[in-house]
């Protein structure tokens, strides 16, 4: 769907680095879940690099179930290692996991600090799934006033840390899993330095008290 495949597979290949110490997840869009076999082997052949590590579901759709069981069928070949669903909750996730074999590892959503879903993120928690929060600096012309949100900022100076790294501390003090995004290798630098501090429980609350139910995507 993102057009990269074959340049990130080609840069795994040239990386030096092994296979199994890189995660490689693609996704199925949903007007490809009609021909989920054949845009999985498209996939594989694109990246070229053995097998990938996890095939998601972009959202739900009508054609979502057919989808992730070309999606199972790729992991009992050893294709694909395990399955993943995005801007999936709990309406949605009571419909589908009876549907399905194999549970999905990820579920994949929109959880900033405006938007923090918390009793979707304990239904799935609940499911032993784990949850991926995607924008999770805002995105979309949202991240400025997250980073400059005046209780992120004021926890940012007591840690000697950016906005950026509080907010991802916070994510990964709430068990969810984060992939900040950025084309500047300062700023991915900056996104790795959040393991040597933990957060008070005073300012993992006063951030839960900044939710506002604001959700800046439709799925």
Same mark, same amino acid.
Not at 90 to 93: A, I, M, S, Y
Not at 194 to 200: A, E, G, K, Q, T
């Given at each position: 769907m993102y057009d990269n495949e074959?340049?990130?597979g080609r840069a795994i290949r040239d990386s030096n680095i092994a296979r199994e110490e890189i995660f490689v997840i693609t996704k199925?869009?949903?007007?490809?879940?009609?021909?989920?076999?054949?845009?999985?082997?498209?996939s594989v052949k694109k990246l070229n690099i053995g097998y990938v590590d996890m095939m998601m579901l972009h959202h739900p759709s009508s054609d979502d179930v057919y989808a992730y069981k070309e999606i199972e069928q790729a992991i009992k070949e050893k294709k694909v290692r395990c399955a993943g669903i995005s801007c999936y909750y709990?309406?949605?996730?009571s419909y589908f996991l009876p549907k399905i074999e194999i549970l999905p590892a990820l579920v994949q959503n929109e959880l900033p600090p405006y938007y923090q879903d918390e009793e979707v993120v304990k239904f799935i928690h609940s499911k032993n799934i784990d949850v991926?929060?995607?924008?999770?600096?805002?995105?979309?012309?949202?991240? &400025?006033?997250?980073?400059?949100?005046?209780?992120?900022?004021?926890?940012?100076?007591?840690?000697h840390k950016t906005s950026a790294q509080i907010?991802?501390?916070?994510?990964?003090?709430?068990?969810?899993?984060?992939?900040?995004g950025s084309s500047d290798i300062k700023h991915m630098e900056e996104n790795l330095n959040?393991?040597? &501090?933990?957060?008070?429980q005073d300012d993992m609350e006063n951030i839960k008290k900044l939710n506002r139910n604001e959700k800046h995507d439709w799925y």
């Open positions: 074959e340049e990130v199925l869009y949903p007007s490809q879940y009609k021909r989920a076999r054949q845009e999985i082997e498209k709990v309406n949605e996730l991926m929060a995607w924008y999770p600096l805002g995105g979309r012309g949202y991240t &400025f006033s997250i980073l400059n949100d005046p209780t992120i900022v004021s926890i940012a100076n007591k840690y907010v991802l501390r916070w994510y990964v003090e709430r068990g969810v899993i984060v992939i900040p959040i393991f040597d &501090f933990n957060l008070s």
